[in-house]
C-alpha cells in the first residue's frame, strides 16, 4: 500500500502545495510550472479574454466580514483581476451535505448575488449536487469567472525588472486570522474582520490611469510571502521587503503573536500586490490611496538583482531569507 497520498497540507500554499503542482498536477497536463496563473489570457475573436476557475470549502460557512457566498464572488473576481481583465461572467457550482438548513443555503446564495451585482458582474450558468451527511461540510462552491482584458494590457509575473517598487494595496494576513478566531471560537474583542472584497476596481483605475503595471497577485492562500515567491521565482529577482513598511492591523499582529503564527503567511481575500517601474510609484500610490478600499496602500520593498528569493530587511539593517512553511498554518480559509 503507497504512503505517498494527498494531505491537507497540500492545499495549504507552502512548499508541499507547489510540489505537488510543479509536480503531478502541472505536468500530467502538459503546463510548465512558471506558465500556470490563477487567470489564463486568450485570445479570441475580436479581443482577449481571462478565464479561471476556483473552489471554496471555507469553515465556517459564516465569519466576521463575510461568508462562503462573498468569498467565492470575491475570490474569482480577484484572480481576473490579477491578469488586468474586466470581470463579466461568473459560474457558480454548489455542493450541498445532506441536512445543511435551507436558510442557511438561501444566506449564502442571498450573498452571491449581491456581491456579484455589486462588482457588476453576472452569473449566468451553475450546477447543483448533494452528498450524504458527513461528506460535504455544508456548501462547497466552484465557480469559474470569465472577463475581457484590454488591448495593450500585459500583466507577467516575468516582466519584473531590478529597480521596480512593490506596492501592496492594503494591511495583509487580516483573512487568515479572522477565518481561525471564527473557527476556534477565540474571544477577541472586538472580533477582527475579514478583507474579503474585490480588487478589480482598483487594478482597472490604475490601468486606465496608464500606470505601466508589470505584475499582480493576490496574496491569498499561503499569504504575501508565498505570492511573493512566486514573483521572485517567475522574474528572477531578488524581492527586498522593508520590514517597517509592511502594513499588518495591530489586531492581526496581536492575534498572530499570541498564536505563534507570521501574518505575512496568513491569507488576504481582498488585497493584491503589484509591481511598477520606479518612476510611476508616487503616481500609483496616490491613485490607490483616493480610493476607500485601497486608501492603506504602501510601497513595501523593490526588485533587485542577484538570486531569486524574498528578503526581509528589518530595521537593524539585518536581512533574513524567508523561507515557505512546508504545509499549511491556517487549513481551510477559502
Not at 531569507?321 to 480559509?333: N, T, Y
Request: aromatic share 2%; proline share 7%.
Amino acid at each position: 500500500m503507497t504512503t505517498d497520498v494527498v494531505r491537507l497540507a497540500h492545499g495549504g500554499g507552502g512548499r508541499m502545495q507547489a510540489k505537488l503542482l510543479d509536480e503531478v498536477i502541472l505536468p500530467a497536463l502538459g503546463i510548465p510550472a512558471l506558465a500556470a496563473p490563477d487567470a489564463a489570457v486568450l485570445d479570441a475573436p475580436g479581443g482577449r479574454l481571462a478565464m479561471t476557475t476556483d473552489s471554496f470549502v471555507v469553515r465556517p460557512l459564516f465569519f466576521p466580514g463575510g461568508d462562503i457566498g462573498r468569498l467565492a464572488v470575491h475570490g474569482t473576481i480577484n484572480d481576473l483581476a490579477m491578469a488586468g481583465a474586466r470581470p463579466l461572467w461568473l459560474t457558480l457550482g454548489l455542493i450541498l451535505e445532506e441536512g445543511l438548513p435551507l436558510d442557511d443555503l438561501r444566506r449564502v446564495l442571498a450573498s452571491v448575488q449581491a456581491a456579484a451585482e455589486e462588482c457588476g458582474v453576472r452569473v449566468v450558468a451553475g450546477d447543483t449536487k448533494v452528498v450524504e451527511a458527513g461528506r460535504g461540510d455544508g456548501v462547497y462552491i466552484s465557480t469559474s469567472g470569465v472577463g475581457v482584458v484590454p488591448e495593450g494590457v500585459q500583466i507577467t509575473p516575468g516582466a519584473i525588472r531590478p529597480g521596480d517598487v512593490l506596492l501592496a494595496s492594503g494591511d495583509l494576513g487580516r483573512h487568515g486570522v479572522a477565518i481561525l478566531a471564527a473557527r476556534e471560537n477565540l474571544a477577541l474583542d472586538p472580533p477582527i474582520p475579514s478583507d474579503s472584497a474585490s480588487v478589480a476596481g482598483a487594478v482597472a483605475a490604475l490601468l486606465a490611469a496608464g500606470v505601466p503595471v508589470r505584475a499582480l497577485r493576490d496574496p491569498t492562500r499561503g499569504g504575501a510571502i508565498a505570492a511573493l515567491k512566486e514573483l521572485a521565482d517567475a522574474s528572477g529577482c531578488r524581492l527586498v521587503l522593508d520590514d517597517t513598511a509592511i502594513p499588518v492591523r495591530d489586531d492581526v499582529r496581536g492575534a498572530c503573536e499570541i498564536l505563534g503564527l507570521d501574518p505575512l503567511h496568513s491569507a488576504c481575500e481582498g488585497r493584491f500586490l503589484v509591481a511598477v517601474p520606479e518612476p510611476a510609484a508616487t503616481r500609483a500610490l496616490a491613485i490607490l490611496q483616493a480610493r476607500p478600499e485601497t486608501a492603506g496602500a504602501v510601497a513595501i520593498g523593490r526588485a533587485e538583482a542577484g538570486e531569486p528569493a524574498v528578503i526581509r530587511r528589518l530595521a537593524t539593517g539585518v536581512e533574513r531569507r524567508v523561507i515557505l512553511p512546508a504545509g499549511e498554518q491556517l487549513p481551510r480559509i477559502c
